[in-house]
């Protein structure tokens, strides 16, 4: 019976040593289909050279007077910096704010149109209705309530560098006719409103204009359609051009015209 018993204990010790490991196994699966493609907020995440930048504060950083740890900041910012979201009220006057959009429509299709070679040749090139179509002649058609994503290399490539990325490590208004930086084309935005059924567009520079623009009409275009944008997404090196879902979850501001998200695609 004793001997019975041992046999039976091995076995059990066994068989949840297997469940373990399996179980180890397919988290670490499951982990490497997960891409964060989300910057950090820190003292160089890259905004608006306008805007404010983010500033934190630790408010405690010590062991108490009491005899235990206790920590705790404070944090300032622009709602547009960083990686974050625009809602449409950002260049829509009767736009839906933040948190009148649900979870769900920020969840969608990934779209991911590589035009880095062409973007390394023109610093101010602006996506084509032809580099949408080019990628459906390879992929297929867009998904519907896809995400849209410019890849122009520069994220990847320079963040969190504000001269490469922006075109000017200036502040201000004085800044602004430096900006030199990639963007989508009026004509590739009103093609994606007008023939596809998209969420919204997203990019890995800080606008979804190019840095040149002066009158910022893709988001008018974009916003007056009630669509949404990401601006300086990060990773897009390593998403697929298809196949992935985009899950952006905003900061819940009330009113908010945009704010930071946490931004990851399912592989």
């Given at each position: 019976m004793k001997s019975n018993?041992?046999?039976?204990?091995?076995?059990?010790?066994?068989?949840?040593?297997?469940?373990?490991?399996?179980?180890?196994?397919?988290?670490?699966?499951?982990?490497?289909?997960l891409l964060?493609?989300?910057?950090?907020?820190?003292?160089?995440?890259?905004?608006?050279?306008?805007?404010?930048?983010?500033?934190?504060?630790?408010?405690s950083w010590e062991v108490s007077e009491g005899g235990w740890w206790y920590a705790s900041n404070e944090f300032s910012a622009s709602e547009h910096g960083g990686t974050h979201a625009d809602a449409p009220i950002?260049?829509?006057?009767?736009?839906?704010?933040?948190?009148?959009?649900?979870?769900?429509?920020?969840?969608?299709?990934?779209?991911?149109?590589?035009?880095?070679?062409?973007?390394?040749?023109?610093?101010?090139?602006?996506?084509s209705v032809g580099d949408i179509i080019s990628w459906?002649?390879?992929?297929?058609?867009?998904?519907?309530?896809?995400?849209?994503?410019?890849?122009?290399?520069?994220?990847?490539?320079?963040?969190?560098?504000?001269?490469k990325v922006l075109g000017t490590d200036k502040q201000g208004v004085a800044s602004l006719p430096e900006l030199?930086?990639?963007?989508?084309?009026?004509?590739?935005?009103?093609?994606?409103?007008?023939?596809?059924?998209?969420?919204?567009?997203?990019?890995?520079?800080?606008?979804?204009?190019?840095?040149?623009?002066?009158?910022?009409k893709v988001h008018q275009v974009l916003f007056a359609a009630d669509k949404l944008a990401l601006e300086n997404i990060a990773n897009l090196d390593q998403l697929p051009a298809s196949g992935a879902i985009l899950y952006v979850i905003p900061m819940l501001i009330k009113e908010g015209t945009g704010s930071p998200a946490r931004v990851f695609a399912v592989r």
């Open positions: 018993i041992g046999s039976f204990k091995n076995c059990f010790v066994f068989l949840m040593t297997c469940i373990l490991i399996t179980t180890s196994l397919n988290s670490q699966e499951n982990n490497k289909k964060d493609m989300t910057y950090p907020y820190e003292k160089n995440t890259i905004y608006w050279p306008t805007a404010k930048s983010f500033h934190l504060e630790k408010v950002h260049f829509s006057q009767n736009g839906r704010t933040i948190d009148q959009i649900p979870l769900g429509e920020w969840i969608g299709p990934a779209v991911k149109l590589d035009v880095t070679k062409k973007c390394e040749k023109n610093r101010d090139y602006l996506l459906e002649k390879d992929f297929g058609g867009i998904p519907d309530k896809a995400w849209i994503i410019m890849y122009t290399g520069i994220g990847t490539q320079y963040y969190p560098d504000k001269k030199n930086f990639p963007g989508f084309s009026v004509e590739s935005v009103k093609f994606l409103i007008t023939n596809r059924n998209i969420t919204g567009i997203a990019i890995d520079t800080p606008s979804i204009d190019y840095g040149k623009s002066k009158d910022f």
